[in-house]
């Protein structure tokens, strides 16, 4: 008869394996791909949506807090104020909620295949980062030049 096999706690904090996920990078390529591929054929507008989003919520918040209110910025534009502090916290906020539900989100593939679940947070990360701080950049280069 065959031995069973016993499942015992590790000894010491096991820390991931990264050699593992760099052996699957192409998965990860693909994945982020996919991912961003997805997110922007949801949208009517597209890719502009990244530009547009933000720029709504800071003539919003520009309407309350710097005509209303009157919040002081001292010699920075209100423009330049907002959106440092609120672009940076979107995709914090967003990596964060996604990350917690892309192993949820990844099941079928996680239980017909054997990869690194690593992966699948960081297709999260990944997307999130270029989809916010990249896109954004390649559109205003190509309406600037």
């Known amino acids: 008869m065959d031995k069973p096999i016993v499942v015992t706690p590790p000894k010491k904090i096991e820390f991931p394996i990264i050699k593992e996920v760099f052996e699957y990078k192409d998965l990860l390529y ?5 991912d961003i591929k997805t997110r922007f054929q949801q949208t009517f507008i597209g890719v502009l949506w ?3 989003q933000p720029l709504i919520q800071m ?13 002081p910025t001292g010699d920075i534009p209100y423009p330049v104020f907002f959106l440092t502090g609120y672009i940076v916290w979107q995709v914090f906020n967003q990596i964060v909620n996604s990350s917690a539900y892309s ?6 593939i996680i239980t017909k295949t054997y990869f690194p679940k690593l ?3 960081g297709k ?4 999130y980062s270029l989809a916010k701080l990249k896109c954004p950049t390649r559109v205003c280069e190509q309406v600037f030049h």
């Open 30 to 34: 693909f994945m982020v791909l996919r």
């Open 50 to 52: 990244i530009i547009f």
């Open 59 to 71: 003539l919003l918040f520009y309407v309350v807090l710097g005509v209303l209110v009157k919040v």
């Open 103 to 108: 192993l949820v989100g990844n099941i079928g």
């Open 119 to 121: 992966i699948c947070q």
């Open 124 to 127: 999260v990360k990944m997307s």
